[in-house]
DNA sequence: TGTGACGTAAACGTCGTACTTTTTGTTGGT
DNA sequence: ACCAACAAAAAGTACGACGTTTACGTCACA
């Protein structure tokens, strides 16, 4: 999946970024803008402009005399959806889905607990449609149509908290229930006790029971967990 | 505080940065690129790659024909630590540091527990030579000694997690105590519970209460959360 | 009067080139 | 062995030209 439309600029960063993502450019390794710019037939204006995009991303470090240099993974914005994506792409996608799937266990009870408080009947009602949404497409092998309304449950939980930080979230939850979808890291059918979880959880926070809602996503979580060591490695 | 050295690309970036993140161009409000040449009389090269930047920190948005127009805060990436940097900044510092300490409080409990699973020997031993170091200057005002080794601390609990999404919250932290100890968003002196339940936390991580870590790492957020309900409106 | 096709100009996108600045490796002398 | 001056390499910056998309106004026609 690519970020979008046409536009050299695009494709170049797209391409880099998946690249080195996957590590086929280790640490150290350095890049001159001339060679980019050759190798993707493109002017050196666009490499550049690639090149302070990634640098902002603190995947490279551009200096003088020296060249681009790709920089060790401890230092990329591992926050940034683009790096997201570009890594669930990569290699150590399970390190990966691991990492973000603990990160969800630690945030998603809290984000529920302040959804029970702060939730408003829209978002109730939203809410309840997205996991009877869930419970239709559980069988017979509706999983894009299952991960559709998975992935709008989660948003309408963490927008529904009030704080933006959780709130954003959202798209890593996204890139994290989609590469999980696709990629065979789930059964052929979801887990009908994570099916029953949500429907649950939709009710606590209607009902505005927030330690209720912080326990099933809890539960929710643990079992996203178990079963990432169940199918990866 | 800027980002770094010179550079004309630096200085258009932070400034324009800046003044999106203040809300000092509102959503909507288009900007063209030869005009922001004219009044940073910089070429139109240094604009553009500016310009990128800010596109893929998603505070812009650049169309054709209508120019480069400033997107609504929902779209921003607020976990980009130069993002955090610009807000607190700003104008809006107070709902930020709360949105911030909350997430704070969801994520370090969690971490505290893995850290005091799988924190090594060293961790351990820098964990109390920062828990000395915050006694030692908690008193007498000594507000940026003290400041040093709290961002240490945390930054050190989150790294012994193990999970490379919580040791990357560090730079996150960090803009957060930072940003709370200038300002005036704190007391003359730290809280002297606050200190003792950091010692606390160091011992537990030491000897791999993993409940006692996250106990005690709650009771420092719910502090940290009532401090700014007293200093903060 | 309303509507739709069409043309135009405004703004970004891309390119090529030339020049500047910083950094670094090397050379040469003591 | 050390230090200083020099030279080259690569990014940084500037400028001017042209391409491309697309919002918007205009005009003809119903």
């Given at each position: 999946m690519t970020t979008q439309g046409p536009g050299l600029h695009t494709h170049v960063l797209d391409t880099l970024g998946l690249e080195i993502a996957a590590g086929?450019?280790?640490?150290g390794q350095v890049l001159r803008t001339d060679e980019l710019a050759q190798r993707f037939d493109v002017s050196r204006t666009v490499v550049r402009e690639v090149v302070r995009v990634l640098e902002s991303m603190h995947l490279v470090e551009s200096r003088r005399r020296v060249g681009v240099t790709v920089r060790p993974t401890e230092a990329w914005n591992v926050y940034d959806p683009q790096v997201i994506r570009w890594r669930l792409a990569g290699a150590d996608r399970p390190r990966q889905l691991r990492s973000l799937t603990v990160l969800r266990s630690a945030i998603e009870p809290v984000a529920a607990g302040l959804a029970a408080r702060n939730a408003t009947p829209e978002q109730c009602a939203a809410l309840t449609e997205c996991a009877l949404g869930m419970v239709a497409t559980s069988?017979?092998?509706q999983l894009e149509g299952y991960l559709e309304h998975d992935i709008a449950f989660h948003r309408i939980v963490l927008n529904a908290s009030g704080n933006e930080m959780f709130a954003r979230l959202g798209d890593v939850v996204a890139e994290v229930l989609a590469g999980r979808t696709h990629h065979q890291v789930m059964f052929e059918d979801p887990d009908p006790a994570a099916v029953t979880l949500h429907v649950r959880l939709a009710e606590a926070v209607r009902e505005g029971d927030a330690a209720a809602a912080e326990r099933l996503t809890k539960e929710i979580a643990v079992g996203a967990l178990h079963e990432l060591d169940v199918l990866a490695p």
């Amino acid at each position: 999946m690519t970020t979008q439309g046409p536009g050299l600029h695009t494709h170049v960063l797209d391409t880099l970024g998946l690249e080195i993502a996957a590590g086929e450019h280790p640490p150290g390794q350095v890049l001159r803008t001339d060679e980019l710019a050759q190798r993707f037939d493109v002017s050196r204006t666009v490499v550049r402009e690639v090149v302070r995009v990634l640098e902002s991303m603190h995947l490279v470090e551009s200096r003088r005399r020296v060249g681009v240099t790709v920089r060790p993974t401890e230092a990329w914005n591992v926050y940034d959806p683009q790096v997201i994506r570009w890594r669930l792409a990569g290699a150590d996608r399970p390190r990966q889905l691991r990492s973000l799937t603990v990160l969800r266990s630690a945030i998603e009870p809290v984000a529920a607990g302040l959804a029970a408080r702060n939730a408003t009947p829209e978002q109730c009602a939203a809410l309840t449609e997205c996991a009877l949404g869930m419970v239709a497409t559980s069988r017979g092998q509706q999983l894009e149509g299952y991960l559709e309304h998975d992935i709008a449950f989660h948003r309408i939980v963490l927008n529904a908290s009030g704080n933006e930080m959780f709130a954003r979230l959202g798209d890593v939850v996204a890139e994290v229930l989609a590469g999980r979808t696709h990629h065979q890291v789930m059964f052929e059918d979801p887990d009908p006790a994570a099916v029953t979880l949500h429907v649950r959880l939709a009710e606590a926070v209607r009902e505005g029971d927030a330690a209720a809602a912080e326990r099933l996503t809890k539960e929710i979580a643990v079992g996203a967990l178990h079963e990432l060591d169940v199918l990866a490695p």
